[in-house]
């Protein structure tokens, strides 16, 4: 494994284990597309939990009643992933809604019989959401598995240029 390899591995395991907070301390923050990627673990957790729990006409009411902020979502997405990755964007952004379906449903398998006792009563609260705001500010407010921390980082401020000096060699004078 490459060593760039092996450093994006760990950042992306620090980014998993502390949820993003070690690394928003420093100059970076969460992305602009915070909430889009906050509501779409939402739809994500909700759609595996009516796969998993025989719950597809709940999952379908959340999508009609919200489908204008999911698309709304989805654009966002799809904007910061193709400035953050150009060509490959697609593929990152395919790779990002496999990842966040896998990781949602490997811990409903470890958690067993009691995932669905715990999930299904998100339909509920969803369905008393009265609005689109509503939805971003319970999506974020809710403990959603996420396969990364998605964060912008500006490069620090470069200290001012020290003085520097010619590469012509000095002209030296020899006296005999």
């Not at 390899?5 to 284990?17: D, E, K, M, P, S």
């Not at 759609?47 to 966002?76: I, P, W």
Request: one cysteine or more.
């Amino acid at each position: 494994m490459s060593i760039w390899r092996a450093g994006a591995a760990a950042l992306a395991l620090v980014g998993l284990v502390n949820g993003g907070q070690a690394l928003a301390a420093g100059p970076c923050s969460p992305s602009p597309a915070h909430e889009a990627f906050d509501v779409q673990g939402l739809k994500s957790q909700l759609m595996v939990t009516a796969l998993s729990c025989g719950a597809q006409d709940k999952y379908n009411n959340f999508v009609g009643k919200f489908r204008t902020k999911l698309a709304a979502e989805e654009h966002v997405l799809n904007g910061y992933f193709s400035t953050t990755y150009g060509r490959n964007a697609q593929r990152q952004h395919d790779d990002y809604i496999t990842q966040l379906a896998n990781v949602q449903s490997e811990r409903g398998l470890q958690a067993g019989t009691a995932f669905c006792q715990q999930h299904v009563s998100m339909f509920d609260e969803v369905q008393e959401l009265e609005s689109t705001a509503d939805l971003s500010n319970y999506a974020q407010a809710k403990d959603i598995i996420q396969p990364a921390s998605y964060l912008t980082c500006t490069a620090p401020n470069r200290p001012a240029a020290a003085p520097t000096r010619s590469r012509t060699p000095a002209r030296r004078t020899v006296r005999s």
